[in-house]
Structures are given as structure tokens and as C-alpha cells.
């Protein structure tokens, strides 16, 4: 059973309980660290934006149903006040409790459903590279997504395109994605659609930068077509983790790579997701 499937199955079974990072952490074997950014990839929520969403959810069905007492049910979701709870359900659906109640209803309401197990595609990864690299200066597009919010970055790098071998201080035929740091304070993580660029080259106005030091790579391969790649992460970071000494930080969590053969109109070619390690 592999990580994000035990994770998923832990929280179903407890989600009422008070439960942290740190419970889950300890359940599934990976560092707490680790689980902040292998869930999101994974399933598109934090691990707590999932509980809530999740506890939430069945509290706006026991309230569609009829129930007599939001209290009860505030504190059957875990929340100490009526006060609390109604703050968090206007926040997670756009209503409050009582009209929820009143209108018998959880029509139109953007329900967290539990995530099917056998939903948590598991991809059998080739053991990875271990490689050397220079500092990199990556620049390009960068836009914050939420963490449901992946399927907004074909469309970046559409935005991106153009500007690909059309300015100066380009290095290379290869394109960058740049997956920001992971917090689950923060819902979302920055993400740069971009090239590696001369550290002294000017960039063009729209772009933004990042500058990463010279560091040993972890570098997986990515089978199969662009838009399955979040699996190939949540192995990694499920399956792997453990057993290396991974290393992030300095406002990226990974790269992903796609080589000069990478199609973006096929979304097929040469795909890979680097990772620090230490040394």
C-alpha cells in the first residue's frame, strides 16, 4: 500500500478525531515535512484543507437532513463554538450553516467527497540519476495556483510560448518548471513556466527569477504523457522519500525538465522531475 493510499485511508477513518501533521505523519512513515508536499501533489488539497473540507462536508449533510441542533453539530466537526463553525462553513461554501438547514439542500455547495483509493494512481519509478549541476537561473512566467489549481498551468505555459527563443540570455533548448515551496498554512504555491537564462542577462518585463545554487540532483524520468507527471510526483515522494535524503528549500520545492524533444502540442518527449539530495 503505498503512502498517499494510507494517508487517505487514515484520515477516512479518523477525520472526526483531532488529527495534525503529525499524527499522519507517524501513520504513514514519512516525515511531516515530506506529507506537506507529497498530499497536495497527490490529491490537490493541504492535509489540512482536505480534513476540514472533509469535516465540513458531512456537516452540511447532516444539516441538509434536517439536524436539530447546529451546536451538536459544530462540535461533531470539531469546532468548540457555534460562532467558530459558522466562520469556517460561510468560508468553505459560501452560506451559513442555517441556510443549509433551512433550505434541506446541499445543492450548489462544493462538497470535499472522500478521494477513492484506487484513485491514487501508483507509478513504478526507474531508479533515478544522481547527478551534479551548475547554478541554474531559471526565468520565466510565474503565477500562483491553488492547490486544486494544476490544471491552470497548461494554460501558462501557453501564455509562455512565445517568448521561447524570441529574447536574449537564453541557455539551452530545455524549458523549466519551477514548483514553489509547499506550506500548509498557504493554500496554493508559486510556479514558474520558464528557461534557463545568462546571470547576467536582462529579462523581459513579464518575467520572474529564481536563482539556484549548484546542488546534487535527484532526477526521476516521467513516463507517458505531461498530464499524469503529478503521479510521478506523489511516488516520489511517497515511495522514495524514505529512503533518501531529499533536500529543498530557497523558494522551490522541485524542477520539473522537459528536454529540446519535448512536444507541448502532443505533451509528449523528454520529461523529468529533479530533486535536491544531499550530498
Known amino acids: ?63 441538509a437532513d434536517g439536524a436539530p441542533d447546529i451546536l451538536a453539530v ?21 452560506m451559513t ?30 531508479p533515478p540519476r544522481i547527478e551534479h549541476h551548475g547554478a541554474l537561473r531559471i526565468a520565466g512566467l510565474s503565477e500562483h495556483h491553488g492547490m486544486a489549481g494544476a490544471a491552470g498551468i497548461p494554460g501558462q505555459w501557453q501564455q509562455f510560448a512565445p517568448f521561447i527563443g524570441n529574447f536574449d540570455g537564453m541557455i539551452g533548448a530545455a524549458t523549466y518548471g519551477v514548483v514553489g515551496e509547499f506550506s500548509d498554512d498557504v493554500q496554493g504555491y508559486d510556479y514558474i513556466a520558464g528557461v534557463e537564462m545568462r546571470p547576467d542577462a536582462d529579462l523581459p518585463r513579464e518575467f520572474a527569477s529564481i536563482s539556484i545554487p549548484a546542488r546534487t540532483w535527484a532526477k526521476f524520468t516521467h513516463k507517458g504523457h505531461v498530464s499524469s507527471i503529478s503521479n510521478t510526483c506523489a511516488s516520489i515522494f511517497g515511495d522514495w522519500q524514505p529512503n533518501m535524503d531529499f533536500e529543498t528549500g530557497g523558494g522551490y520545492s522541485f524542477l520539473e525538465y522537459y528536454g529540446p524533444d519535448f512536444d507541448p502540442k502532443t505533451g509528449y518527449g523528454t520529461m523529468e522531475i529533479w530533486v535536491g539530495v544531499k550530498s
Request: hydrophobic share 40%; with cysteine.
Open 1 to 63: 500500500m503505498s503512502a498517499i493510499v494510507r494517508t487517505l485511508w487514515y484520515i477516512e477513518s479518523r477525520y472526526r478525531e483531532e488529527l495534525c501533521l503529525d499524527d499522519l505523519a507517524s501513520a504513514t512513515g514519512l516525515s511531516r515535512f515530506y506529507l506537506s508536499r507529497m498530499f497536495p501533489m497527490a490529491t490537490g488539497y493541504t492535509v489540512s484543507g482536505y480534513l476540514r473540507g472533509r469535516r465540513l462536508t458531512q456537516a452540511a449533510k447532516a444539516l
Open 74 to 94: 459544530a462540535l461533531e466537526a470539531g469546532y468548540s463554538s457555534h460562532e467558530a463553525f459558522t466562520r469556517a462553513f460561510r468560508d468553505q461554501f459560501g
Open 97 to 126: 450553516p442555517e441556510e443549509v438547514r433551512r433550505r434541506r439542500s446541499i445543492d450548489n455547495l462544493t462538497l470535499v467527497e472522500a478521494i477513492k483509493m484506487e484513485a491514487a494512481t501508483k507509478v513504478t519509478l526507474d
